[in-house]
Each structure stands twice: as C-alpha cells, then as structure tokens.
C-alpha cells in the first residue's frame, strides 16, 4: 500500500513559481496525476505522467506552465508550476495508480492529503 506524501506548496506572487513533490515508496510502478481542488469548484486533473514511458498529459489551463517529471530513483513525481496566476490557487493532491497510465480520479488508488498552493500579490 502506497503512502503518498506531497510537499512544496506555499504562498507565491503572481508570474511566481513552485515545485511540488510527490513521493512514496514503489511509486516508480505507478502512474502518477496531479490533480487540484478549489473551494466551491470541481476537482480538475492538472497533468498525469506514465508509470514507465515518461509519456505526459496537461490540462489545457497549465499548458506551457506546468511540467511534470519523474525521478524512479527517489521514487517522487514533481510538478514543476511556472508563471502561476491567482486561478491556480488550489489544493494540489498527488495520486497513483497501478497502470501504464491515469484513467480518471475515479480509478486512482492512493491519493495523497495535499498541499495548498496560494497564489496571490
């Protein structure tokens, strides 16, 4: 059973950036997402990377911002956040799967307890 453990969230200024950290051990046979809930609003998948090709997918609102990686050695997954704005203050939750790749929030086994990000100048 996995033990999901994110951490790196805080408060940032506007066009500010943050890396999350996700890891837990025997992570690297998971794919792994990242999703983020607001108060009020829907739980959004921000970005989801494979358990072994380290193929990648992106919510079309972090595009060209967010950069998700892996490092099998540390057993963690990182969300690289760049040029964040005020919509992306959220809490950010890690979650695995044991796939190739992440199906929906509905599917993924372990979720981690979260970690906010705040976003404000």
């Known amino acids: 059973q996995l033990q999901l453990v994110e951490s790196g969230g805080g408060l940032v200024q506007p066009g500010g950036s943050l890396r999350l950290s996700c890891a837990a051990s025997g992570l690297n046979y998971y794919a792994v997402g990242w999703f983020r809930q607001a108060p009020g609003k829907e739980r959004e998948r921000v970005s989801c990377?494979?358990?072994?090709?380290?193929?990648?997918d992106y919510a079309d609102s972090v595009k060209g911002r967010f950069t998700i990686s892996r490092d099998n050695a540390k057993n963690t997954v990182y969300l690289q956040m760049n040029n964040l704005k005020p919509e992306d203050t959220s809490v950010y939750y890690c979650a695995a799967e044991y796939s190739y790749y992440c199906s929906g929030a509905e599917a993924m086994e372990y979720w981690g307890k979260g970690t906010q990000v705040t976003v404000s100048s």
């Open positions: 990377i494979a358990s072994s090709s380290g193929a990648t």
